[in-house]
């Protein structure tokens, strides 16, 4: 399940009980949406690193679509349809 940052705020407000609920976090210019703006960024990369993302992952070994040689390339790989993109 995922949330959108959105809803992610309107959460944090919910657990501080706080009756605010925003409709969009782009466009709201309230106190709560400037304090939760603060500290988003370093909130999202300290959970990311917390993740252990690690014990999830496997190894695999990369399909191989061709090889270049453009000056700015050399092989081209089939990507993955078992993977995560954060």
Do not use: H
Not at 65 to 85: H, I, N, Q, S
């Amino acid at each position: 399940m995922s949330f959108s940052k959105t809803e992610i705020y309107n959460i944090a407000l919910s657990a501080l009980l706080l009756s605010k609920e925003v409709v969009e976090v782009e466009t709201d210019k309230s106190n709560e949406v400037r304090a939760l703006n603060t500290f988003y960024d370093i909130a999202l990369s300290t959970t990311l690193q917390d993740l252990d993302l690690d014990s999830t992952s496997e190894p695999i070994t990369l399909e191989l679509l061709a090889e270049l040689d453009d000056g700015v390339w050399t092989y081209v790989y089939k990507y993955p349809t078992r993977c995560a993109f954060l």
